[in-house]
């Protein structure tokens, strides 16, 4: 099973960043962290690397959820979307898979909303 899924399109970096905030915030998703890699690098190693961010998406309700069945899944959200550079005037948008990231967590009753996480997640991706 893959821990992700992704979708490749033909836009600029911004537009994408712009689209896939959008496209999370109709879905219910509220963007609580956002780490821009690229800058983060040049910053702290003084390297040069391609754009690249890093999206933390939060549903509140599903997170709550998520709390309440298990008090310590906090350290694996909030749910991650990242935007990058594919190169060739191509932006990949990639979603972390929860009910992959999940089975990490020997809870069962955590399946039926990482499901319903996976199914908007997956809907987000390919609306972009």
Not at 83 to 96: L, M, N, P, T
């Amino acid at each position: 099973m893959g821990y992700y899924f992704s979708k490749t399109i033909a836009c600029s970096f911004d537009e994408a960043i712009k689209r896939t905030t959008e496209a999370l915030k109709k879905a219910g998703f509220g963007i609580i962290t956002e780490i821009d890699v690229k800058e983060t690098l040049k910053q702290k190693l003084n390297v040069d690397f391609r754009n690249y961010h890093i999206l933390g998406a939060c549903n509140p309700m599903m997170a709550r959820e998520a709390l309440e069945i298990e008090d310590k899944i906090g350290t694996m959200l909030p749910c991650n979307v990242i935007v990058q550079d594919a190169g060739d005037g191509k932006i990949e948008i990639a979603a972390i898979d929860p009910v992959a990231s999940m089975q990490a967590v020997d809870n069962p009753a955590l399946r039926d909303p990482a499901g319903k996480i996976r199914a908007m997640l997956q809907t987000v991706v390919d609306e972009i």
